[in-house]
């Protein structure tokens, strides 16, 4: 009988490490994700695919680590013997990453370096091939040095998290080349879903906009409208990871739509989709504002696309009222996707009405 695969995760409570284990489930993997302890659950996105494992069909395993605990990160991976591994833990908020610059680094940076010094010993004792994945990510091309950005457009990070982005994507590149480790850094740029955190612009918005329906919130406080970003689906791009991992050699890829739209613009089709105007209700708050912003991003997936037969299969429009959707949905309003056909104006008017009194 031919044993099934076994994948590591870091950041398996994430939106990207819930769709990658759903992924690889669906593929035959046993999934062993490191998680964080926290004084409350952090497993809500995960919930829906945990079984228990005393069970003898169980194929997901959650194992207490983190990032800046490289005995932990060591022991874990002893443990597993996973052929795969896929870096997907960090502290991954950008604004947030100057607040708190040196967890951020230790996380995103020095976690990463751990996890590949731990893999280089570990497969340099057994002879086993582990494939590993690093999330890298376009906040690293920062200011922009070339439209659109490609594998090889060089880097400007604008961030204590891009900057940790960098040094982990050329420790990973070191690794694989000082090594013989097969490494691949994946640059992705922006992707959403229903399950993106709430404090990233596109779920911060879309969960407003349910809210002002319900009657739950009055205003919405962004601060940067004119920020222009690459925005894909995090499914598709979970897809992108594992294609990697199953190439002949070891390469770094861009995965991007190779649209970019405004932070405008997708409020327009946000508050468009329950038939209100973002004017009305979005007010600048400047301590949303970056110390250094990342005005530009938009990449260029034509090696993805030819090399890996990586395509999008969600378009920017559907994609923001997919969110929208599923936001209102789970506030308990009626959805334009349902049978209800559109809101009803003059309900959502009332609505308000009732929470300004
Ligand atoms: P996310 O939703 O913020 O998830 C981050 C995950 O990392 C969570 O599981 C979090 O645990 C975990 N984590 C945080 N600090 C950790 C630590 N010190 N040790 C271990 N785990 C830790 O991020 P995401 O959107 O899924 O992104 C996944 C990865 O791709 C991240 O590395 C991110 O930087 C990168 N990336 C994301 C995008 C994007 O647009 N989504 C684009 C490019 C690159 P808790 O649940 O306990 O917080
Ligand atoms: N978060 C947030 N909140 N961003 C806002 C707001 C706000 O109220 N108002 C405007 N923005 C602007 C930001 O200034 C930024 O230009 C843009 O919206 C996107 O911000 P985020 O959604 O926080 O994402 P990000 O682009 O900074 O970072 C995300 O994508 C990266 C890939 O490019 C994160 O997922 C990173 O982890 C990821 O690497």
Redesign the pocket.
Known sequence: MTQRKRALL????????SYLSEFLLEKGYEIHG???R?STF?TDRIDHIYEDPHSSDARLFLHY????DGTTLRRILEEVCPQEIY???????VRVSFDSPE?TV???GM?TLRLLEALRDYQQRTGEEVRFYQ?????MFGLVQEVPQKENTPFYPRSP?ACA?VYAHWQTINYRESYNLFACN?I?????SP???ET?VTRKVTRAVARIVAGKQKKLYLGNLDARRDWGY?KD?VRAMWLMLQQSEPEDYVVATGETHSIREFLDIAFTRVNLNWQDYVEIDPRYFRPAEVELLLGDPTKAKTKLNWEPSVTFKQLVELMVDADLEAIGQPCQNGNGGPLDHAMIRANMTSFVS
């Not at 870091?10 to 490490?17: R, V």
Request: negative net charge; charged residues 20%; without cysteine.
């Open positions: 870091t950041g398996i409570t994430g939106q990207d490490g490191i998680m964080r926290t952090n680590g983190d990032l800046t870096n997907l833990g960090a502290q991954s908020h967890y230790d996380s995103v976690g999330a890298g990510s376009s906040e998290y982005k994946g992705l740029f922006n992707h959403e399950r993106r955190g990233f995090a791009y």
